[in-house]
């Protein structure tokens, strides 16, 4: 699975793409989505990014000090 992130500094967002069948056509792909490419960073990866990942469990602060205490 082939994920296009990109980071939009104007609008303020993050948006995640599965762009697997598509090779080196990713800034055409980034402008076909409405965002400029001046105002964008981006990035393919094989993985969605973590924070999107459903199946992640992320510890909250008092459980995470639990551990420690003696």
Same mark, same amino acid.
């Given at each position: ?19 697997? $069948? ?11 989505? $409405? ?9 393919? %990866?094989? %993985? ?10 992320? %510890? ?11």
């Amino acid at each position: 699975m082939k994920v296009l992130t990109v980071l939009n500094k104007f609008k303020n967002t993050v948006s995640v793409y599965d762009v697997e $069948g598509l090779v080196n056509e990713y800034e055409d792909f980034i402008e076909s989505r $409405g965002h400029k490419l001046h105002c964008c960073e981006w990035l393919v %990866a094989d %993985a969605p990014p973590a924070l999107l990942h459903p199946e992640l469990y992320y %510890a909250n602060r008092e459980e995470t000090y639990e551990d420690y205490e003696d």
